[in-house]
C-alpha cells in the first residue's frame, strides 16, 4: 500500500510541477506527503577551513520554502511533514525514503540547473536508477501539469516476466484509488511471426485477477520493436500513465522489459512509474498464492 510519498523540492517552480499529482495521489490514497529539500554543502576554497555557517543558512531557508509550500498543501484530512537535509541530492532522496518509509517518490524530471541548487535534469534520472522505492517521474516541460484526475488510463507494458510484473500491485492500487482503467500490453517481435495465442493467454489471466478486484482492465499484443510500439501506443491512446519495471541489481539480462522501461522513462512526456526488480516481490508472491 502506499503510505506516504516523496517529492523532491529544490525551491523552483519547474520542481513544484511534480506536487499537483503527488498530491492528488496522496489524497486518494490517505497518504502522507513528505516534502524533502537537500542542501549542498559547499566546497571551501583550497587550504581554508570550512565554515558551516553558509550551509547552516542554505538549510534554514530551505526549511522556510517548504513549510510555506506544505501550509497550503494541508487539509484536515491530508497530512504534510517536510525535511531539509545537508548532503548530495541523489543519496540524499535514496536515504531519507527509505529512512522514512516511503512507498512512492514523485518527481519531476527537469528543474533549476547551476552551482545555486542541487536540481538538475540528471537528478531524476539518477534517482530513478538507485533508488529502491518505486520513483514516479513527472516531466516539468510539458504545458500541462498532470493531476491525479486527469490519470484514467495506466499503460502496463509486461514481457512475461515475474521481474515486469512487480509493478503491477501499485500500478492496481493506483488504478483503483484514481479510478483508472489498466491496459496490460505485450509486444511480440516480428521475428515470432504472429504467434500472439501464448501472449494472450498470459494477458487475460492477469487481467481476470484485476477484474476480481473491481479494476478496469483491457489487454492488447501488438507486434514490433518493443520501445517504439509502446510509445506509438501510448501517444495515440490518450495513456495518461505508464507503469513499469526496471533492472534491479540482481535482474536478468534477459529480462527485456528493464531496458525498455530505461528508454521509455527518459523519452515519454507522461508520468512515468518506475520500480525497480524485486521491489514488489512479496506482493506478487501474494497475488501469485490467492490464484
Not at 16 to 40: K, Q
Not at 74 to 90: E, H, I, S
Request: hydrophobic content about 45%; some cysteine; charged content about 20%.
Amino acid at each position: 500500500m502506499i503510505n506516504r510519498i516523496l517529492v523532491p523540492l529544490d525551491g523552483s517552480g519547474l520542481a513544484e510541477r511534480a506536487l499537483p499529482l503527488a498530491w492528488g495521489i496522496a489524497s486518494r490514497t490517505s497518504s502522507e506527503l513528505l516534502l524533502l529539500s537537500a542542501v549542498v554543502p559547499q566546497e571551501p576554497w583550497a587550504g581554508q577551513a570550512r565554515s558551516d555557517s553558509n550551509d547552516s543558512a542554505e538549510k534554514a531557508a530551505a526549511n522556510e520554502y517548504l513549510e510555506a509550500l506544505a501550509e497550503r498543501l494541508r487539509t484536515p484530512k491530508q497530512k504534510v511533514r517536510t525535511v531539509a537535509v545537508t548532503g548530495r541530492a541523489v543519496p540524499a532522496i535514496c536515504s531519507a525514503a527509505e529512512a522514512s518509509g516511503c512507498d512512492l517518490i514523485v518527481i519531476a524530471t527537469h528543474g533549476r540547473s547551476g552551482a545555486e541548487r542541487w536540481y538538475v535534469g540528471s537528478v531524476a534520472e539518477r534517482v530513478r536508477h538507485a533508488s529502491r522505492v518505486p520513483v514516479l517521474l513527472v516531466h516539468a516541460a510539458r504545458e500541462t501539469i498532470p493531476q491525479a484526475a486527469t490519470i484514467e488510463k495506466i499503460l502496463v507494458p509486461l514481457d512475461g516476466s515475474k521481474l515486469a510484473e512487480e509493478v503491477l500491485p501499485l500500478a492496481e492500487e493506483l488504478a483503483q484509488s484514481l479510478g483508472a482503467t489498466i491496459v496490460l500490453q505485450q509486444v511480440v517481435p516480428v521475428s515470432v511471426n504472429g504467434d500472439v495465442d501464448k501472449p494472450k493467454e498470459y494477458l487475460l489471466s492477469i487481467a481476470h485477477d484485476f477484474a476480481a478486484k473491481g479494476v478496469d482492465v483491457e489487454t492488447r499484443v501488438d507486434s514490433g520493436l518493443p520501445t517504439q510500439t509502446i510509445l506509438e501506443y501510448a501517444d495515440t491512446n490518450n495513456v495518461d500513465l505508464i507503469a513499469m519495471t526496471t533492472h534491479g541489481h540482481t535482474a536478468s539480462d534477459r529480462f527485456v522489459m528493464g531496458s525498455v522501461a530505461d528508454a521509455i522513462s527518459r523519452t515519454v512526456e507522461i508520468p512515468c512509474l518506475v520500480a525497480r526488480a524485486h521491489n514488489a516481490a512479496g506482493a506478487i508472491d501474494q497475488r501469485s498464492s490467492s490464484k
